[in-house]
């Protein structure tokens, strides 16, 4: 059956078009996806994104447990700060990416993609034994709305007392935004400075509302998960299920910064963690022979590449597309694509996309295509 989330009839109001995503009823696009993308880029939009799964691990050991079950040093997070990071299997496959957020000095929000959130929650209640911590479905407690773009700053201030100038990015502190208590955090998936609030369900509508009206005079209109993609495609962030997977493990993804072989950990646990042995051999691996690396693309013509289409050179395939479509904002076609290490550095000659049997010119080029002026 459907999910849907508390903001679902307002979505329907709005005229909203509606897909399946990962179980969850969700607003593609209200209008153009166009119009919705550079509203994000010159002024603001607003995401409902309540199917993102939410998941309490606290406790005396919350930090140890969180140390071994994910690749990160979350030992190192400051209260009020957040981590991305990553959950992988015994053999470095990646699960999922993550964001955690330390709340209190023992508790910590886990918030896992809507497609893995089950996976996440299992895992991570696995990984606990032995640990004097407690791992909880928080799903049903949290609403999330997004607000992303340039104004994003001016929209929230206006409807909050919160001190954002002090609020950094990959931080979130609890306040009041319209009247709701939420968390507050500088976080996003577009590229643009912007917040995520997670509220109470029975207060998004409301606090959907506040913001609307708050944001009339700065452009910002609703957007759905469609331009999201292609804000995330642009900033060059990967998503599960396209750059990231079971059969990659961080370092095979150009993500093996996220990795820490070395962990800080208040209780004096190890450094030990799942899928630790296999991501040693992986780092070693990419450091002799590195595999295919994670470029970008950009077409010389105007036709879309799409997820699972070769990258080939001369006839020979060195590649797969793992995400494309239009870039609004370099009003071209662009990929992100794993291709092999010889043909991944910018300006690369001879590269092209097989689009049902025509090798299309693309130019390779570095991640990301786009990058906000701070």
């Known amino acids: ?77 400051g209260l009020g700060r957040a981590r991305y990071t990553m959950i992988c299997r015994a053999d470095g496959g990646i699960l999922d990416d993550l964001i955690v957020y330390r709340l209190g000095e023992t508790e910590y929000m886990v918030v896992a993609n809507a497609g893995n959130a089950q996976v996440v929650l299992d895992a991570l209640t696995e990984r606990a034994a032995g640990f004097d911590a407690e791992v909880r479905d928080d799903h049903d407690a949290y609403a999330l709305l997004a607000v992303q773009g340039p104004n994003s700053a001016a929209i929230v201030k206006s409807v909050t007392d919160a001190d954002l100038d002090g609020l950094k ?4 502190l609890p306040g009041t935004v319209a009247g709701v208590q939420a968390l507050i955090a500088r976080t996003g998936y577009t590229g643009e400075d912007g ?15 506040a913001l609307t009206e708050a944001g009339a005079e700065y452009g910002l209109i609703p957007c759905g998960l469609s331009c999201r993609d292609t804000l995330r495609l642009e900033a060059g962030m990967p998503l599960y299920g396209h750059e990231l997977s079971t059969s990659l493990t961080p370092f095979d993804a150009g993500l093996g910064r996220v990795v820490k072989f070395e962990k800080k950990s208040p ?34 013509g105007r ?7 070769s990258v080939v050179v ?48 693309y130019e390779v080029v570095a991640l990301p295509f786009y990058k906000r002026q701070k």
């Not at 550079?38 to 939009?45: D, H, I, P, S, Y």
């Not at 990015?169 to 979130?172: D, E, I, K, L």
């Not at 917040?195 to 509302?209: G, H, N, R, T």
């Not at 494309?324 to 092209?352: N, R, W």
């Open 267 to 300: 209780n004096e646990h190890s450094d030990d963690f799942v899928g630790r042995e296999a991501l040693v051999s992986a780092a070693e691996r990419a450091e002799a022979n590195p595999p295919r690396k994670l470029v970008g693309l950009i077409a010389e």
């Open 1 to 77: 059956m459907t999910r849907t989330t508390a903001l679902d009839a307002l979505h329907r109001s709005l005229g909203a078009t509606m897909t399946d995503f990962a179980g969850w009823d969700m607003p593609l696009r209200y209008g153009s996806e166009r119009d919705e993308h550079n509203a994000v880029r010159t002024a603001a939009g607003l995401f409902d994104l309540s199917h993102m799964g939410e998941i309490t691990v606290s406790g005396p050991q919350a930090v140890d447990l969180l140390n071994h079950a994910l690749v990160g040093n979350i030992g190192s997070v």
């Open 195 to 209: 917040f995520e609030l997670f509220v109470s369900p029975a207060d998004a509508e409301k606090l959907w509302q």
């Open 303 to 309: 036709r879309v590449p799409r997820a699972g289409m």
């Open 169 to 172: 990015y990959y931080a979130g």
């Open 314 to 361: 001369d006839g020979t395939v060195i590649g797969e597309v793992t995400s494309g479509a239009p870039s609004p904002t370099l009003g071209k076609p662009i990929a992100m694509a794993y291709v092999d290490a010889a043909h991944a550095e910018p300006g690369t000659a001879g590269v092209g996309v097989d689009i049902r049997g025509t090798h299309e010119p």
